[in-house]
């Protein structure tokens, strides 16, 4: 499913060429025998379970798909979440310890599985309690709600959207973000509802388990959605509306799909590290 073909994206007020490779949830689940966690003998019957579905070395494919990004030169990578199925210190060490071997910046933002134990409902509570787990997967080393970085002249934002709800604090960043004019992308975990996404997320997981769905309680509670509030629905005009926003960075749902957004924007979800996805995007001067 990875190819070095490149989706080559016009960007008006770019100075230079900016190349990245997006990945997106590679569910590591390594635990260690001696690990002292009350649920760990479910966490290993999970990963066992991962493993008759997507393969006995379906773990592998994130070092070998970065290996491929770091030789193809890339800028950078982003990675959109669920890089660990559940934060054992065994499965963050991993994937902190392929981070660190990255001679690119590798734009992390978490998934709900990051910061999740197996059995634990995700609340935003948890979120915050459980984060600090996860420091060593972001750049600057601590993890955070909502982030912004330049990468030769293209902002990134990163926004933390894995209870399905954007909070005032991150609609206030974001807004002051791309107040600034500059091209800009944004990574996120959860996709944001789109007719075609959402026909094809029904159909694959039943529900529509993508950021601006409606949910009934019971599902609400089944997928620990939080309670709906306004500043999702204004984050999701105010990206529809942004003329300086050049591509949306998600994953979640499992699949690879692209569907337009806005004039400029196109939201882009990636298909799973686990299944070997893997997409290069080259950001070009227009």
Known sequence: MDSTATTRIPTPGLKQPVRVAHLTDAHIGLIADDDPHPDAA??????????????????????????????????????????????????????????????CPVFFISGNHDWTFTRQEGTNLLRV????????????????????????????????????????????????????????????????????????????????IIMGAEFDPE????????????????FIELLRAAPNLHGIFCGHVHFGHEERLSATAMQYVGAPCFEGGMRFFEFQPA
């Open 219 to 234: 599902i609400r509670r089944q997928w620990s959605v939080e309670e709906p509030v306004p500043e999702t629905a204004e």
């Open 42 to 103: 479910d966490m290993r019957d999970r990963i066992e379970g991962l493993k008759g579905k997507w393969g006995r070395d379906y773990e592998s494919h994130l070092e070998r798909l970065l290996r491929r990004a770091w030789d193809e030169r890339v800028d950078a990578i982003f990675m959109t979440g669920d890089g660990i199925d559940f934060p054992t210190a065994a499965a963050i060490g991993a994937v902190r310890g392929l981070f660190g071997r990255s001679p």
């Open 129 to 208: 309690a459980q984060r600090p787990l996860i420091d060593s997967l972001y750049l600057g080393g601590r993890a955070v709600g909502f982030d912004g970085r330049d990468l030769a002249g293209l902002q990134v934002l990163s926004v933390d959207n894995s209870t399905y709800q954007i909070d005032a604090e991150q609609l206030v960043f974001v807004r002051k973000g791309l107040e600034l004019g500059v091209p800009t992308v944004l990574l996120m975990h959860i996709p944001l509802e789109q007719p075609v996404l959402r026909e094809r997320t029904v159909a694959f997981w039943r529900q529509p």
